[in-house]
């Protein structure tokens, strides 16, 4: 009896998904973490966004950052997108197909849930010292204002959302973070952390949205 072979569009779609059921299923509850670790974690992330992942390949450089003090829940994308890999193949010449994102899991949430507490806000300051930009804890972005023909932030600056800090395969944490500039410059990402010795480092980063 011959095989079906499948069109190659729907293979992709299935190989797609299969990935993400085992990704999932692998992924484990992030491990008990301190203020300090979660502050040298989101000390990372806060330094990705200002400079290498600040969607103007890291040339914004922004003079004051607006830190939400809530956070959002862990809510990846299915399926990230390995923005770098992409265009390097596209550099490269490669024909590829326009870059689209799925949509979250229905029951997956986007609701905030905690906020940043006050230790780990002091703990981000001093991680964050060396990055000479002025830093600004808000609660939310209804503590900010903006012009209100292009939506930047009055007075200039950036504004960072942080998620919770979730367990990642591998014995890996992950979080999302995102950065927004003006009302057509957002972007957002998605952070994956291993442990070694004493200290969480940076081993992965997947590009969840560019706008």
């Not at 190659?8 to 008990?32: E, Y």
């Not at 990705?48 to 103007?56: E, K, S, V």
């Not at 914004?60 to 997108?81: K, T």
Request: charged letters at 25%; a positive charge.
């Amino acid at each position: 009896m011959r095989g079906v072979v499948l069109p190659r569009s729907t293979r992709a779609v299935l190989i797609a998904a299969v990935c993400c059921a085992l990704s999932q299923a692998f992924a484990a509850d992030a491990p008990p973490l301190s203020d300090a670790e979660k502050a040298e974690i989101y000390g990372a992330v806060v330094t990705q966004l200002i400079t290498r992942d600040d969607t103007f390949d890291g040339h914004l450089h922004p003079h004051r950052i607006f830190i939400e003090r809530q956070l959002g829940n862990d809510c990846p994308y299915p399926e990230p997108v390995d923005w770098r890999e992409y265009e390097r193949k596209r550099d490269a010449g490669k024909v590829l197909p326009p870059l689209s994102l799925p949509e979250p899991p229905r029951q997956c949430s986007r609701k905030a849930v905690g906020k940043i507490a006050p230790a780990i806000e002091a703990a981000l300051r001093v991680a964050l010292a060396d990055s000479h930009v002025a830093i600004v804890f808000v609660d939310g972005t209804k503590d900010l204002r903006f012009v209100k023909r292009t939506g930047e932030i009055v007075g200039g600056g950036v504004s960072i959302k942080l998620n919770e800090i979730a367990g990642a395969a591998g014995g890996k944490v992950a979080t999302n973070g995102s950065i927004y500039i003006a009302r057509l410059a957002a972007g957002e990402s998605r952070y994956e952390f291993a442990r070694e010795g004493e200290h969480w480092i940076l081993k992965r980063t997947l590009a969840g949205m560019v706008t």
